[in-house]
């Protein structure tokens, strides 16, 4: 279930929100300048779709927010529990860093928790199977899949590079929950 919890920064064992109202969420996070949407695939998505087969289902969303944000390229990152490297993902996405360019996903199915620093607030973004989060360029956050991840996303870049992070040295990302 897509839930909200934040937090002052120096005490992650008590939020000062948790929240699996939806609007909730998207009302939160828009305050922040964050992107938060919930969307329906427009056909049925096989178990087994490949990347050509997913991106088609949401064709039209995807190339509604290609239009307006001027997102250059997409793909499908597919993690299932026993992806050869899903350790080395989990690692290179589970400590504190920024983009230089906004990073958009859009949950096909599984679940993930994002994490944000805003200021003085952490927002830890549990995102499910519908959801479509954009984090700003520029935000310091942090991404955990688990110890076994299971998720598919349509991630949209800005430039034909695609995932780059600009890592901030913080250990935040250790005081806080995991998947």
Not at 104 to 127: A, Q
């Amino acid at each position: 279930m897509s839930n909200l919890r934040i937090y002052n920064e120096d005490t992650p064992e008590s939020p000062k929100l948790d929240t699996s109202d939806g609007s909730r969420i998207a009302e939160e996070l828009t305050k922040q300048g964050i992107r938060f949407e919930r969307w329906e695939a427009t056909v049925d998505i096989s178990e087994e779709a490949g990347q050509d087969e997913i991106i088609e289902a949401y064709k039209p969303e995807v190339e509604k927010l290609m239009k307006e944000k001027g997102y250059k390229t997409y793909d499908v990152v597919n993690m299932f529990p026993d992806h050869p490297q899903k350790d080395a993902f989990r690692n290179k996405f589970n400590s504190e860093h920024i983009h230089s360019e906004d990073e958009v996903r859009f949950f096909v199915k599984g679940i993930g928790l994002f994490t944000l620093h805003l200021g003085k607030e952490v927002y830890e973004v549990t995102c499910e199977k519908n959801d479509l989060i954009s984090v700003p360029a520029g935000t310091p956050h942090w991404f955990d899949m688990g110890d076994s991840p299971s998720f598919t996303c349509i991630r949209l870049f800005d430039s034909e590079e695609g995932w780059v992070a600009n890592y901030t040295g913080s250990e935040i990302a250790k005081s806080f929950s995991t998947l």
